[in-house]
Structure formats: C-alpha cells, structure tokens
C-alpha cells in the first residue's frame, strides 16, 4: 500500500517516528518512508517535491529518470538523478535522435529524459543514469547527434568496421554534415589490434584518436574518436573538447591518453566535458560482470544461428544486422527484393539492430534521395515483416523515424 504525503516535509516527520519506534538510524527511516510513499529511494522524492528549476548562468538542469525491476524478486523502484548542461535538453536532443544509448528513452516536458527502464537493480539503475548523464554531456560539448546510420562506418558499409572495434556507436555532426565512430573497448582490445587497424586507417583514409577522460559507457572502457581524415569531423580538436589533448593511434605508437590540466578549446568553440556532478559510481563484482555476460550470451543464442558473413550485397543493397543473425539477413533481403524496382537503386543499405528486433534503418543514397520514398520503403517492410518496432531512413540530411507499427494490434 502507498502512503501520501502531500509536501517533503511531511515524509521527513513521518521518518523521524519511523526513526523513533524502530530504532533505525536517521537514512534508514528516509529510504524506508520514501518507498512506501512510491518512490525508488529518498533522492527521487526529494526530486519529486523539488520547485520546478530554471535556466541560469550556471546551465540547463535535466533529470534523468530509470526504473528498475528485479525478475528474481518481484522488487523494483524508480531512480532520478540531475545533470546541469550548456544546452537546454529540447535543443540537444529531438525525439528522432534518440539512438545509440539514446535508444528506448523518453522525453518527458523540457527537461527531463526518461531511460529505457530495463535495469534489472537499482546498482544498473545508476550506472544507466551515469551512462545518459555522459551521453548528454558528450552532446553538448561536441555538438554531435546519435544516429544509426551506417554512414558511420568507411563507404557507409558495416563490413568497413574496425578491426577490434567494440561498444561501436554512431554520430552526426549537423555543422559540417559528416559522421563520427565512437568505440568503447576494454583496455588493450585496440592495441591488440594495430596493425590491423593501421593498414584499414591507410585503406580508407580514416584517423583514430584516443580521447582523454571517462567513457560514456563507462565499465572501465576507454573511448576512442574515428573519422575520415579528409572532409571529416576534426577528431583531435573534438577530443580537446572533452577534456584533454588527444592522440592519434597508428601500428607502432599504442593510443595514449593526454591527461593535462590545461582545458583547451577545440574549433567547434564549446567548453570540455565537465564531470557529472552528484552521480554515484559503483564498481561491477566479478559476479555481476559473470551474469551480464550469461544473459548476452542467452540474447545471443535467442536471435538465432549466424550467418557465414557479417554482411551481404543482395542486388546492389548491403544487408546487415548488429550480430549476424542469418533470419535477420534473409528477411531485409527480402525486403529488398519487395521494394519497386525504381526504389531499389536508390538505397544503399539495410541494417537491423538485433538488440531491438525487428529494428530497422535504411540508408538511402543521398544524390538519388526524392520525398515519398519512405512510402515506398514502408510498404515494402510491412509486407514482409508484418510489424517492426521502429523503421529509421537515412536520407543524409535528415533522418525520417517511423517508429513502432504493428497492424493489427492497435487496440491490444
């Protein structure tokens, strides 16, 4: 049963009695009453009661909201926690770019972002909040956008992905109109792979950069900066804006860390990324590490078998998907072969994100981009899947989110 309190102050005496009858310390009490009263912990009523806050010289404050729920014990709450940023969260973020750790969030009113809400404890809850309140932060200070696209990757193919590359995500850089990889891997994945990766850098004319401070998936990764060297996004002056100088990595110098005081400007003219104030930060046991690894193992095992091949040129149109899973190729080949033969030319891949199944972005050539072709993608994708849970078109100047549609079940 919930209890209601109709002003902070009124929980706080009723933790005082708690305190008082049960002999809990004074926290305890806070954390006990704060959760009848239908909250997660104490941080999230005293956010709930909190005035409405306003934009000041100091920033623009967001919430992050993400709830948890354990399947082992029925138990669950809702965490929130506050990041100040540069830029208001309305003009960081649109409804159509939240991808990447972006992806399943909400936006809730002008300054609040919901999370996907698939934390399976409150220890995953923060670090899911820790993860968006970085993410945010990455935003604002670099000005680039999340996006599925896969653009991100050399000749906009998924077969061009780095060798060792791991925690791979995409970004749009709305100024100059080009994209930038980020990859998160563990310390001494890339290093393992420099050779490798130099002779792919001199293959396709790409640079890689390693970028000072923490990760925005965090985990004990390090966050690495690729774009093309030519007409590209300036991954050095990028990684000077969130915290540091860096270092461009190449076959016989591993990657390193600039870990100077001084805070440099880059030429996009924003402030570095400044640390998440009022965030915990929790190291992950050995067991907890063990069990996300048995569940991504699981998740793996319930896409299906793989294919042969990351990815295949079906009739001029790359098909890929995030693990390889053989059915999720032979479906978008066959959504291929449903698009208008007018259409087909026009597209130059298909990628589906295992991880969300049945979610699909369709990258179109841009010089043979008209208006009403997402119709004609729409059509095609239905027929064959008879559902998605979200269809994104690359179109190279904008990207049109189609979101979620299952015929049939609107009124379940």
């Known amino acids: ?23 809990l310390t004074h926290s305890a009490a806070l954390e006990r009453i704060a959760r ?30 993400e709830t948890w729920r354990s399947p082992s014990t029925g138990t669950g709450g809702t965490l929130t926690r506050t990041v100040t940023l540069t830029v208001a969260l309305g003009d960081l973020v649109k409804p159509h770019q939240l991808a990447g750790y972006l992806g399943g969030c909400k936006l809730r009113g002008l300054n609040t972002l919901v999370g996907f809400g698939d934390s399976p404890d409150a220890e995953e809850a923060l670090l899911a909040i820790e993860r968006l309140g970085r993410t945010l932060q990455f935003m604002a200070a670099t000005g680039l956008k999340p996006t599925e696209s ?30 930038v990889l980020t990859e998160e891997p563990y310390p001494g994945r890339l290093e393992s792979h420099r050779r490798e990766r130099a002779a792919w850098a ?48 190449d076959a016989d110098t591993p990657p390193k860390c600039g870990l100077g005081e001084a805070q440099v400007r880059g030429e996009f003219g924003r402030p570095p990324l400044p640390t998440l104030p009022g965030i915990e930060t929790f190291e992950m046991s050995p067991e907890l590490a063990a069990a996300l690894e048995r569940q991504y193992a699981l998740d793996r095992a319930e896409a299906g078998p793989r294919a042969p091949e990351p990815s295949i040129l079906h009739r001029g149109v790359e098909v890929a998907s995030r693990w390889s899973i053989a059915r999720e190729l032979e479906t978008m080949m066959q959504i291929v072969d449903a698009v208008p033969g007018r259409v087909r030319p ?25 208006e009403g072709l997402e119709e004609a993608v729409l059509t095609a994708t239905l027929a064959v899947t008879k559902g998605f849970n979200g269809l994104d078109i690359d179109t190279g100047a904008r990207t049109i989110a189609l979101g979620a549609e299952w015929p049939g079940e609107e009124g379940i």
């Not at 999230?44 to 404050?61: D, I, L, R």
């Not at 396709?204 to 774009?227: K, M």
């Not at 990628?351 to 841009?366: E, G, Q």
Request: proline residues 9%; glycine residues 12%; charged residues 15%.
């Open 346 to 370: 026009r597209i130059l891949s298909i990628w589906c994100d295992s991880k969300a199944p049945a979610y699909y972005v369709v990258t179109m050539r841009p010089d043979l981009w008209t």
């Open 150 to 179: 896969l653009r991100r990757y050399p000749g906009g193919r998924w077969a061009n992905r780095p060798p060792g590359t791991d925690h791979d995500k995409g970004w749009y850089h709305p100024e100059t109109g080009s994209y």
């Open 36 to 65: 009848t009263a239908g909250f997660g912990d104490f941080h999230a009523a005293t956010q709930w009661f909190a005035p409405p806050s306003k934009p000041g010289p100091a920033g623009h404050v967001v919430t992050i909201v």
């Open 1 to 23: 049963m919930t209890t209601h309190y109709p002003t902070l102050k009124s929980l706080k005496r009723a933790a005082i009695k708690l305190k008082r009858e049960s002999g």
């Open 202 to 249: 001199q293959n396709h004319g790409w640079r890689t950069v390693r970028a000072p401070g923490p990760s925005l998936l965090g985990r004990g990764t390090e966050l690495y900066l690729n774009a093309p060297t030519a007409g590209g996004v300036d991954v050095i002056a990028l990684a000077t804006l969130i915290g540091g100088t860096g270092q461009v990595a």
